[in-house]
C-alpha cells in the first residue's frame, strides 16, 4: 500500500460518514432506522428557484466555466439579502465571494491564512470541521470554552490569561451549534475587539440566523468589523438547499482576495443554473421563511417531548434546527443503546467537544410523523 499523507494522521472519517455506514447495515438487516441526526433539511426549497434551475439548465449557453466569483447577479441579490435581513452593507463587486457551501470556505479560509504550527481558536462546543481543517493545513488547534450557565457565551477569562503567540484565526458560530444559543451583538462586540487587539481574522460562521431565530445577526452589525472579520453564510439550512452547494464569504476586499487565490485554484466556478436558482432563492419573499419556520416550530415541540422522554434537560428558547439537551450518563454509550434498542439515532454532543460527553442533540429535519413514532419506540421501550 502506498503510504498516506503524514497530515491524515491527525484526521479520522468524519463522525457521520461513519455512523450512517452503521445505518445502512441496520436497515440492509431490516431495521426501520429513525435518523435524527444529521441536520440535512428535508423540506422543498422555494418553488422559484427550483423553477428557474428547470428553465436554467435547458440553456445551451449555460453549462460552461462560469466566473471564479460568481455571477454579478448573484452577489448583488446576496448584498440585497444582507441589506435587507440584517442591515449590513456589502459592496457587491468586491466584499462578496460566492463559494461551493460553507465547508468549502472553512477550508479555503484556511489555506489562505494559516501556515503549518499556526494556532487557531477553536469553540467547544463546535463544529466539528473547524478542528478536521485546522489540522489538514498543518495548524494547531486551541479550543475556547464555552459557559453553559452564561448563555453559552465564551469564558472571557480563558482569553484574557491565554498566551496569543502564533494565533492567526478564530471560529465563533451563532446561532450556536450545537446548543442553538442565539448570542448578541455584546458578545460580537467583545469578540471583534479581541480580534483587533491581538491582530487575528475572525471568521463568523453564520448559517442558522433564520430558523427559529427572530433577532438574525451578522458580525457585520458590529461597528468596524470589517477590519477584522469575514463571515460565513449559505442557503443550506435557511432555504433546505443544503445538496446545491451554496454559500459565501463576505468581508473586506482585501481579506476575500487571498480567500479568491486558494479559490480560483481549487475550482472552475459555480453550476450557472445552481447560482440562478439561488438568486431566486435570495429574493424569496419573508413569508416563505416564516412558513418554513412554522413547520420547524412544530417539530421542536415534538423534540422538545423526546428530549423530556429520555430525562434531558434544556432551554426551550433555542434557536437554530437542533434540539440540544443534557442527560444523567455517558451520551455516547447511551446513543449507542437507543439505537440498537429502539432504532432511534441521536447525536452524542461529544462529537462536538469534550464538555459534550454528557448531551444529546436532536435533528429537527424529520417529518413530524417519524418524530412522533420516535416518541411511539421510546416509550414503549421505557414500560
Known sequence: MIEAADRLKHVGEYFFSRKLKEIDILRQQGVDVINLGVGSPDLMPPEFAIKSIEISVKGTENHGYQSYVGLPELRKAIASFYKSKYQVDLEFESEILPMMGSKEAIMHISMAYLNPNDRVLIPSLGYPTYTSVTRLVGAEPIYYPLVEHNNWEPDWDFFENLNWKGIKLLWLNYPHMPTGETGSIGVMMRLVELAKRHDVLLCHDNPYSFILNEKPLSIFNVSGAKEVAVELNSLSKTFNMAGWRVGWVCGHAGILSNILRVKSNMDSGMFKPVQLGAIEALNTSD?????????????????????????????????????????????????????????????????????????????????????????????????
Not at 326 to 337: L, M, N, R
Not at 362 to 374: D, G, M, N, W
Request: proline share 1%; charged share 25%; with cysteine.
Open 287 to 383: 413569508e416563505w421563511l416564516v412558513r418554513n419556520n412554522l413547520e420547524y416550530k412544530e417539530r421542536q415541540k415534538l423534540a422538545f417531548h423526546l428530549m423530556a422522554l429520555i430525562k434531558g434537560t434544556f432551554n426551550h428558547q433555542q434557536a437554530g434546527m437542533f434540539v440540544w439537551g443534557k442527560i444523567k450518563e455517558d451520551a455516547t454509550s447511551f446513543s449507542d443503546k437507543l439505537l440498537n434498542q429502539t432504532g432511534v439515532f441521536m447525536t452524542p454532543g461529544v462529537i462536538f467537544g469534550e464538555s459534550g460527553k454528557f448531551y444529546i442533540r436532536i435533528s429537527l429535519c424529520v417529518k413530524q410523523e417519524r418524530l412522533k413514532e420516535a416518541i411511539s419506540r421510546i416509550e414503549e421501550n421505557l414500560k
